[in-house]
Each structure stands twice: as C-alpha cells, then as structure tokens.
C-alpha cells in the first residue's frame, strides 16, 4: 500500500504564507516566491532583519541542523562554507548529505566559532550566516560580531519527538521552517514542507490505527554521541514511538541505557532493530559480542529461522536527529511490526518521502544511502544492509551478522 496523502499535500499547498503586520512583500529571489522583507524572530530570541537577497552566500556554523534545515529548502548551490564534518564526514545517516554533494566547498572546524573564522568570514561578507543554537550560548561574542558585518539567523533548538500530541510538528520544528522560509525567499517551500511532513505523521497514524503491536522490540546500534554497542539500548526511540510500537526495555524514559549483557537476556524480546552506522562496534566490543551470544542461544533451537527476528533500520541520529530517517524508520517499523504493505511499497513510501524533502534530488537517497552502509559494515566486519533481515552466526571464537 503506497501512501498518497501526504505527497498529494505537497502540491495541493498554494496559499502562500503572509507575513506579519507591516512587512512588505515584493518580487524577488526565486521566479515563484515573493521575499519577505521585514524582522523576524529567530531561535535565540534575536530581531533579525532579513536579507534582501542571497547573492553573496551562505556559510552555516555548527553540525547538527544549520545544513540539514538548509538542505530542505534545496539552496545547496547557495552555500558556500560549513563546519567540516559536513565535508570530510558527510555520509552516515545525514540523507541531506546524499541528495546534495557538499564535499567539495571550504570549510572551518565542527560546532565552534573561533576568533580567525569571524575575521575571514566578515571578510568573506556572505549574505546570511546560519548558526545552531547551542553555539549562540558558547560564542555569543563572535556571533554578535558576525552579526554586526551580515544578517546572521540563530536556529531554534528542536525538541524530541518532533511532534507533539496529536502528531503534528511541534511548534519549534514549525517555527523553524517559518523562519527560515521568510529568510530565504522561500515561504511556499515551507508551506509545502509543513503540510508535507504533517501528511506524512498523518498516513503513517491512519496505517496503524486500531491495531495492537504484539512484537517487543530491542533497539540497539543507534548512533548518540557516537555510536553504540548492542548492549545500549533507546528507551524512547522515535520511529517506534510514532508507530505505538512496545520498547522491550520499558525501565526508563532517557534517550541511551547502557545495559549488562545480563540486564539485555532479562529483557523479554522478539524483535531487535539494529542501526548500522553502529557497525565499528561489533566484532572485538564485549558489550556486543554478549548480547549477540545471548541471543544467538535464543535463535539456534530453531529450526524454523530466528525466534527473535533482527533487522537493519535506517540511522536516524548523526550529528543530531536526521528528521526525515525517523520518518522512513517508521515506515520500515510498521510493515515489521504490522505487517502493513510489502517492500516494494516500503520502499517506494520512503523514496517519496525522501522527494518531499529535497525534491528531485530525493530520489536516489535511499538506493546511496543502502549502498554506503553495505560498504560501511561490510568495512567493519560485519554484513548489514539497509532494511533487511540478519541472523547471527559464529565465525571462531566471535559473533557476527549475515544477511537472512
């Protein structure tokens, strides 16, 4: 079953958004969009007059959302300098990074304003310079001396889960996409995502409504503050929330728990989803090397195929949360846990999702991103494709994975 709603909401938007009292609206950047000119707020409270055009550039600060936000607005042949992760690190599971190729443009050092980057930045005097919130806290002096020389917007902090109790973008997540469409001349783009992305919650909600998940699943391997050994697990991982899928480890609500490999056989499970940008801490790692004997016990009294069923999930963390990997993971969840559609429509769901984010450069997301993490595991030891089944299997005196 291929959704539709929320795609169709994409191109159904043709209202364009207003702005506030006083602000004037004129022709200007892109031939379908009008440029807001006038103030607006940004995410650390700052009035921020918005730039008349983008034709000096953008250099962003910062590598959780500066690119990633900017990436949903397709202004990639407007961005001219980012942190350097973004350049020398750009696959994982940032999906921007597979739509757009940013490894090629000069870059400064991750998640820090140093007193050179003003100086050769202001000298740069690029249109708009678009910094993550937590820097503003760490370097505020050098954002306010950026700010003095260009028009430089602060990030709103974005909560998790992105949505709030009625599945609907929170108001950060909408405050963002507001901001930076008036910024960058782009109000009908954030339209089009806001409506897009509250389609998407929406079909995904109407998919599992009036059932019950019976599957306990174990989530491991996902990349927070690094990547993680199987005994970590994620007590309030998104992609099963949105889907009402049951966390096997019901014991906290903090983002990581590190486990004993006793605490993980105690821990009742039929299902365990495993992040692969998680794959260097495989094969040597005691934390995983436990919990794979443990389940591989589990699984080698069948004959019938795994009593706990593993499979590889798309990474939705690498430098902050990769919004639209937690979408294309709940996708991937409900056909599991609920046995809604087949791969083929999975697939085809999370391709149109990836379009919806970055238009015509969304298409081919999904089929990179599959190749980088077979070619990233496959590095490490280890076999994990994207969205797919594994079972484990005893090579010497380690455990690794196999595809099924």
């Known amino acids: 079953m291929q959704k539709t709603t929320a795609m169709l909401a994409v191109a159904a938007v043709v209202i364009l958004a207003i702005a506030g009292a006083g602000a004037i609206l004129l022709t200007g950047g892109d031939e379908s969009e009008k440029r807001y000119i006038g103030t607006i707020t940004d995410g650390a409270g700052r009035e921020v007059v918005v730039p008349d055009s983008l034709d000096r550039g953008i250099v962003t600060f910062g590598s959780n959302d500066p690119l990633r936000f900017l990436s949903y607005f397709n202004v ?51 249109s708009l310079i678009v910094v993550q919130n937590g820097l503003y806290s760490s370097a505020k002096s050098n954002v306010d001396a950026l700010a003095a020389r260009t028009c430089v917007v602060v990030l709103h902090s974005i909560p998790t889960p992105i949505w709030n ?147 590889t999930v798309p990474p939705i963390v690498w430098d902050s949360t990769n919004y639209d990997c937690v979408f294309a993971a709940a996708y991937y969840l409900e056909h599991l846990i609920y046995g809604i559609g087949d791969t083929n429509s999975v697939n085809a769901d999370i391709n149109n999702l990836f379009r919806l984010f970055y238009g015509d450069a969304g298409g081919s997301v999904l089929n990179d991103m599959s190749v980088f993490f077979e070619g990233k595991s496959g590095a490490n030891g280890v076999d994990l494709p994207l969205m797919h089944e594994v079972r484990i299997v005893q090579d010497g005196d380690e455990f690794t994975f196999v595809r099924v």
Do not use: C
Not at 206 to 215: E, V
Not at 293 to 303: A, C, E, K, T, V
């Open 76 to 126: 990639d042949d407007k961005v001219i300098e980012v942190d350097k992760g973004d350049v020398t690190d750009p696959r994982n599971g940032r999906a921007y990074s597979y739509a757009y190729d940013y490894g090629s443009l000069p870059f400064h050092s991750d998640n820090t304003i140093a007193n050179e980057d003003v100086e050769r930045v202001g000298r740069l005097n690029p």
């Open 165 to 311: 109790s009625d599945y609907v973008l929170g108001d950060e997540f909408a405050a963002q996409l507001d901001m930076l469409g008036k910024v960058l001349g782009k109000e009908k783009r954030a339209e089009d995502l806001l409506n897009g992305v509250n389609g998407v919650m929406k079909d995904i909600r109407n998919d599992i409504g009036g059932k019950t998940a019976s599957d306990k699943v174990y989530v491991a391997g996902v990349t927070w503050q690094g990547s993680n050994s199987l005994n970590a697990t994620f007590p309030t991982y998104a992609p099963l929330l949105l889907v009402d899928g049951v966390n096997a480890y019901a014991g906290s609500t903090t983002t990581r728990e590190i486990l004993t490999v006793e605490q993980v056989a105690q821990t009742e499970k039929t299902v365990v989803v495993i992040d692969p940008s998680s794959s260097d801490k495989i094969l040597g790692n005691t934390g995983s090397q436990g919990v794979m004997r443990h389940i591989f016990g589990l699984n080698s009294d069948s004959d019938a195929g795994n009593d706990v069923r593993i499979y």
